[in-house]
């Protein structure tokens, strides 16, 4: 017998001999359960920290149990790491952070050591998937499992769908701005009443917020009134009765006064009369008047030829002195966008709009709403704490991304139950005044990172659903005004709102994809 044979045969006995002697080890200690993640994953991080309307948002780091710092992103990663699969795209940002939870490359070591470890496997596994430029990284089960998870869902996916094709917004602009235009050569002629106004783009489409498809748009027909007085309407800090401090003869708006108050359901009645007879002389294209909804201030038109356009023209009367008293402590940007941008902000002009406070069951119909909708859209336009935020060769971050999944979550919603009357008085200026107030609690961009896009989604749902439950949802620019309180919307509707966004997140979002 060849003496070489022999010694190759008395080593394979003792390897065989220790790999036994493993696997009974391994047997008489604790078995995992299989629902229990693989050690590889190790521990999750602290509980992600929760926007929520009151307060602070506390402070952005935490000593781990080592004494390290962990960022918040981090630890909410590793919190996302216990309840699904990591994919691919996880892999790849364990890398890059320490903190982020995955599993281990492969290591060195002995034969016997890697037999030894081979031995305790519970089962045997695919082979690992290759990873471009990382080498095997994951298995293909478990990428396949993060693919096939229930109620997984993926917002970049959504996002895209959302997406405004530019083909789409030049045909609908182009139709939108035949009326305008028309519309306000009309308003501006001489024999008008309403001579002075002229025209201010607001609205989603223009914050470059708009989602689905360019088929709704807010215009603003705004009318210089100096000189004004304003009374408040019971403490609202939202809704005044508008005065002149002079009233010469040759005011135009004289006409229009109530008792020396200047009354916005006469003025909203002049203006709708003047647009529906004019609507008729619009050549190459069918427009109808939509029939007034209580209490709104919006004239809605309805383009149904060539395309289906939905538009609507608000009255407002714009007033360059300082702002009222009740907005002294909103817009609260100095530590998100800087003292300067805010003392810039407050100098532009406010407007009033002929939107009606509730009074009872009713309406008082003489008052007017602030309007500050010149100044969000200057704050969707610069967004970010870094002045090159977004910009060509900027930092990406994703503040608008989760706005418009805010909005289509609520539109959605508002669609599955159409038939119900809960969700009517919801809009979407609820969520973006929730949205800001995210931006102010986390004002630094990197806490908008974009690869962290389903974790601020998740911290803007959050903040919302906070806002729901306790029936608060400060305006931003008149902090005393509560749009969640009882007499704006009642308590059932909010419950079942809060309990419709919970099912979602809980089982990932189906609504995104069931219309």
Not at 219 to 239: D, H, T, W
Request: glycine share 6%.
């Amino acid at each position: 017998m060849d003496p070489r044979r022999g010694n190759a045969t008395r080593r394979a006995s003792k390897a065989r001999a220790a790999t036994r002697k493993v696997l009974a080890q391994g047997e008489k200690g604790p078995r995992a359960e299989p629902s229990e993640p693989p050690a590889a994953l190790g521990a999750a991080g602290p509980k992600a920290q929760k926007c929520g309307p009151v307060g602070a948002s506390g402070p952005r780091r935490k000593k781990s149990a080592t004494g390290s710092t962990e960022r918040p992103q981090a630890r909410a990663r590793s919190v996302r790491a216990k309840k699904a699969p990591l994919g691919a795209e996880d892999v790849v940002e364990g890398l890059a952070s320490p903190a982020a939870p995955g599993p281990h490359l492969l290591r060195t070591g002995s034969c016997r050591e890697r037999d030894a470890r081979a031995a305790q496997e519970p089962r045997d596994l695919p082979e690992p998937t290759e990873v471009s430029g990382l080498g095997p990284l994951l298995p293909e089960w478990s990428l396949r499992q993060k693919r096939e998870a229930p109620g997984a869902w993926k917002p970049r996916a959504v996002l895209e769908k959302l997406r405004l094709r530019r083909e789409e917004i030049s045909v609908a602009a182009e139709i939108v701005n035949r009326v305008v235009d028309h519309l306000l050569r009309r308003l501006q002629s001489c024999e008008s009443d309403f001579k002075g106004v002229s025209l201010l783009r607001t609205g989603s489409y223009y914050e470059h917020v708009k989602i689905s498809a360019p088929n709704e748009f807010d215009i603003m027909f705004k009318l210089e009134v100096p000189r004004i007085q304003l009374e408040e309407y019971c403490n609202s800090g939202a809704f005044y009765f508008v005065k002149f401090k002079r009233n010469p003869k040759g005011n135009p708006l004289s006409q229009f006064l109530e008792d020396e108050i200047l009354s916005a359901s006469k003025m909203l009645f002049k203006f709708r009369k003047m647009i529906k007879e004019e609507i008729k002389n619009i050549q190459d294209t069918d427009v109808i008047m939509q029939r007034k909804k209580r209490g709104s201030p919006a004239v809605t038109l309805l383009i149904r030829k060539p395309k289906e356009i939905s538009v609507d023209i608000i009255l407002a009367l714009e007033s360059k002195s300082s702002w009222p008293a009740s907005t002294q402590e909103g817009l609260p940007i100095s530590q998100w966008l800087g003292t300067k941008v805010k003392t810039d902000l407050r100098r532009q002009p406010f407007y009033l709009v002929p939107k009606h406070a509730k009074e009872g069951n009713g309406f008082q119909e003489e008052t007017w709403r602030l309007s500050f909708s010149n100044i969000e859209k200057d704050l969707l336009k610069s967004h970010g704490h870094s002045k090159t935020c977004c910009e060509t060769g900027g930092v990406k971050c994703c503040r608008k991304d989760c706005l418009k999944l805010m909005k289509y979550l609520l539109e959605q919603l508002k669609i599955k139950f159409g038939h119900r009357k809960e969700l009517d008085k919801f809009c979407s200026y609820h969520v973006k005044t929730a949205f800001f107030h995210v931006c102010t609690q986390d004002p630094q961009d990197s806490q908008w990172h974009t690869r962290d896009l389903e974790l601020c989604f998740d911290n803007c749902v959050t903040y919302f659903l906070e806002c729901l439950k306790i029936e608060q949802l400060k305006h931003y620019f008149i902090p005393g005004f509560n749009l969640f309180s009882r007499d704006q919307i009642d308590k059932i509707s909010k419950e079942f709102l809060s309990q419709q966004i919970e099912y979602e997140r809980n089982n990932g979002f189906p609504v995104f994809r069931e219309f």
